[in-house]
T-cell receptor, first 110, second 117 residues
Framework: AQRVTQPEKLLSVFKGAPVELKCNYS??????LFWYVQYSRQRLQLLLR??SRESIKGFTADLNKGETSFHLKKPFAQEEDSAMYYC????????????FGQGTTLQVKP | GAVVSQHPSWVICKSGTSVKIECRSL??????MFWYRQFPKQSLMLMAT?????????EQGVEKDKFLINHASLTLSTLTVTSAHPEDSSFYIC?????????????FGQGTRLTVV
C-alpha cells in the first residue's frame, strides 16, 4: 500500500534550535518524495523535492531508501519557519498525483 | 507563473442544494487536475483525478455521483457537490499538473471552504 507517515502532529522548538520533521513512506516502486509547506492563510507550496537535492530556505531532506524515510532538516530554525509541513509521495510516473502525510505543525518560539 | 485559482474561496449553502467549485490554471495548460479534501487538522485526501476531455478517475470510497467533476478545457476543472449535506462541509483543494522545465509539478489552488447548514 502507498502511504506517507508523519508521526508528529506538532513540533515546537526555540529560534536557533535544529529542526527535524520526520517522514516515512511505503511504496512498492521508486517514488518521488516532496515536502510542501503551508504558511498561515496561504496555499500549499512546494518546498523541495528529493530529486533536486536542493537546499531551500535552509531546509534539506535526504531520501533514505533503506529506512524508507525522507526527513526534513534545518540546522537553525527561524520564527518565519512556523507553518504546516506536509511530506508527499508521487509514483514513478509523476503525473502530479500526490499522497500526503498527515502534516506536522512546526512552531518556532522566539 | 504557474498560478492556480479556485473560486469561490468560501461558500455556505443549505442542505440539499448543489455547489460548484472552479479550479483554473491561469498561465499554463493543465492536462491533469486533482481534487483533494481536507478535514480540520488532517491531511489532504485525494478525491479524484481529472483529465481534460475524459471522465474523472475517483479514489476508492469517493461517490462519483455525489462529487461531479468536469474538466472541459485545459485551464478549467469544476467540482460540483450535489445535494450537499452537513457532513460534506470541508476544505476542498485543487491542484493542476504542469511542466516546470523538464519536471512535472503540482501547483495548488488556495482552497475552498464549504459549509453546509
Amino acid at each position: 500500500a502507498q502511504r506517507v507517515t508523519q508521526p508528529e502532529k506538532l513540533l515546537s522548538v526555540f529560534k536557533g534550535a535544529p529542526v527535524e520533521l520526520k517522514c516515512n513512506y511505503s511504496y512498492s516502486g521508486s517514488p518521488e518524495l516532496f515536502w510542501y509547506v503551508q504558511y498561515s492563510r496561504q496555499r500549499l507550496q512546494l518546498l523541495l523535492r528529493h530529486i533536486s537535492r536542493e537546499s531551500i530556505k535552509g531546509f534539506t531532506a535526504d531520501l533514505n531508501k533503506g529506512e524508507t524515510s525522507f526527513h526534513l532538516k534545518k540546522p537553525f530554525a527561524q520564527e518565519e519557519d512556523s507553518a504546516m509541513y506536509y511530506c508527499a509521495l508521487s509514483g514513478s510516473s509523476n503525473t502530479g498525483k500526490l499522497i500526503f502525510g498527515q502534516g506536522t505543525t512546526l512552531q518556532v518560539k522566539p | 507563473g504557474a498560478v492556480v485559482s479556485q473560486h469561490p474561496s468560501w461558500v455556505i449553502c443549505k442542505s440539499g442544494t448543489s455547489v460548484k467549485i472552479e479550479c483554473r490554471s491561469l498561465d499554463f495548460q493543465a492536462t491533469t487536475m486533482f481534487w483533494y479534501r481536507q478535514f480540520p487538522k488532517q491531511s489532504l485526501m485525494l478525491m479524484a483525478t481529472s483529465n481534460e476531455g475524459s471522465k474523472a478517475t475517483y479514489e476508492q470510497g469517493v461517490e462519483k455521483d455525489k462529487f461531479l467533476i468536469n474538466h472541459a478545457s485545459l485551464t478549467l476543472s469544476t467540482l460540483t457537490v450535489t445535494s450537499a449535506h452537513p457532513e460534506d462541509s470541508s476544505f476542498y483543494i485543487c491542484s493542476a499538473s504542469g511542466a516546470r522545465g523538464f519536471r512535472t509539478e503540482a501547483f495548488f489552488g488556495q482552497g475552498t471552504r464549504l459549509t453546509v447548514v
